[in-house]
């Protein structure tokens, strides 16, 4: 008897957010809190670890760490919304649109300049985290590639979040 109690108590508080119209976020804001707290710090992580393993660079692993949040935080929070505002589209995180509306053209721009903000803020943490200082390509080969194959990942992951609930414009 005890169960059919918990059964609808927990229908319940299911339904309650509908009554009161409380929407909790989008996707998009949803994943980009995982992303901000939890993924740069794996993000960091394997870079710094790329970073010693393919190109036998020793690096402060706790730079590379920082490196992430910060230009995480800039350009996905600021960077991206700004200039997805200047391609005609104010709702970069998808609060206010519904499943079909989301315009990826706007998502896009955003994200593109987000990852030409990354790569300046994140050069001065990996410069600063090289044990030994490297010149020319020996220094920036591994940036560069270190910091497209992580941002292509994340890329395709928002995408996802995106794509199917969108619309090119």
Avoid at 47 to 52: A, F, G, I, N
Avoid at 63 to 82: D, K, R, T
């Amino acid at each position: 008897m005890k169960t059919n109690h918990q059964n609808y108590l927990l229908v319940f508080l299911l339904f309650i957010p509908n009554f009161l119209l409380a929407n909790a976020g989008s996707p998009m804001i949803w994943f980009s809190f995982l992303h901000l707290i939890w993924i740069n710090f794996i993000i960091g992580t394997f870079e710094s670890k790329l970073l010693v393993e393919k190109f036998n660079l020793q690096n402060r692993k706790w730079l590379i760490i920082a490196a992430n949040y910060i230009s995480m935080f800039a350009g996905y929070y600021f960077i991206a919304p700004y200039f997805s505002l200047l391609n005609g589209y104010q709702d970069f995180w998808g609060m206010k649109s519904r499943v079909g509306e989301y315009e990826l053209g706007g998502f896009f721009t955003g994200f593109l300049c987000s990852f030409g903000a990354t790569l300046i803020i994140e050069f001065t943490f990996y410069w600063l985290s090289l044990r030994i200082k490297q010149n020319g390509w020996k220094l920036l080969k591994p940036f560069f590639v270190v910091n497209l194959f992580t941002n292509i990942i994340m890329l395709a992951i928002y995408f996802v979040i995106v794509a199917f609930g969108a619309k090119w414009n």
